[in-house]
């Protein structure tokens, strides 16, 4: 991802993570919570959480919402098939819409998949959803004329799971 | 997990839910710091918070991990499930702790999932486990470049 090399977390950092991973204990004062979980001196919690922050391990601390709770519930992949040589023009493009939430390269898998660029748009009803990507489909088409020679939006039509990330330690 | 219908929401829940998106301070008494951006008591933020929880309004509150910078990896990962199998093979793919989220959508490939591990080996070993449990290929797309956003959910 980039050229940094891997912070190796030790068996305390993992320790506090694994205590984390359920989530934050919802108290008045949750670090001394998770202390006090852990046996732990407050202290050391403060200074292994700021630590594994700076070096962004953790993204941050923070609530994971339902996007349907939240009346998100037009949760659309758009997937591109763009010439390798724009792709990466393309993406950072893309990338600074406002509705979306993730841009990514990834790689083809011919003939059953032609796609290399993912675009994530959120909205609360389907047809905004395919109105932003229309709209970005043809502003793409105008400034990177020929680039884009497919694109189709893959509607999420259940949450099959949800637990964000568990680490297998 | 299921789908489910928008909350019923008001204004101080709209403002705490926008505001829990963002990093929780590292101080004795984070939810203070954001009661009081908000004027209103600690205990109110609590619980809320609480409820969002046990409702799944928030499906959870804690650190995100980035797998990657402790040398591990996430990958989007797809399968095509026949539709007589569609709930046997959820319930199969979901047991793997690597799978961190799973979603239908409308496609051949029907099945669309996450998958984290924090050695980068156990991106692969995953799919080929999650192959020989279901008897179905798994098509692996990791990223080869991200093109960086940050969106934030308005409630």
New interface residues.
Partial sequence: ?NG?A????DERDRAL?LA?????P???????ALAERLGWAPEEV?AR??R??A???????????????????A?G?SVWDVDDEYV?DL??W???QGE????????R?PP??RYNL?AMF?ARERVEVERAVASVAALLAARFPGAVRAH?V???????????????? | ???????T?DDLDRQL?WA?????P?C?????VLATGLGVS?EEV?QR??R??A?????????????????GAFC?A?MAVPEERFDEV?VA??AF?????????????N???VL????PE?IVETARAIENAVSLPV?L?????????R?R?R?
């Avoid at chain 1, 984390?20 to 934050?24: D, I």
């Avoid at chain 2, 004795?28 to 203070?32: I, K, L, M, T």
């Avoid at chain 2, 990791?142 to 956003?149: A, H, I, L, T, W």
């Fill in positions: 991802m940094e891997p912070f190796v977390p993570m984390t991973q359920e989530g934050l919802l108290a008045v004062r949750p670090y001394h403060f959480l700021a594994l922050h070096v962004g391990v953790i993204r941050r601390i923070a609530a994971a919402p339902n996007h349907y709770a939240l009346g998100y519930v949760n992949m990466d993406g950072r893309l990338a600074e979306v939430s993730h841009c990514y390269r990834r790689p898998a059953l998949w993912f959120h189709e893959l509607f999420s039509s259940r949450i099959l799971k949800k637990t964000g990330v568990r680490l297998d330690f | 997990m299921r789908e489910r219908r928008p909350a929401l839910l829990l998106q963002d990093d929780l590292l004795e008494r984070p939810f203070a600690e609590l918070l609480r969002y929880l409702e799944g309004i928030v499906t959870r509150f804690g650190p995100f991990f980035q797998v990657e910078r402790m040398g989007l797809a959820t793919v979901g702790p690597q799978v961190a989220h799973n979603y239908r959508r409308e496609h051949a490939l099945m669309w999932f984290a591990a924090t050695r156990g098509w797309f990791p990223k080869e470049r991200e093109y960086f956003v969106l959910l409630p």
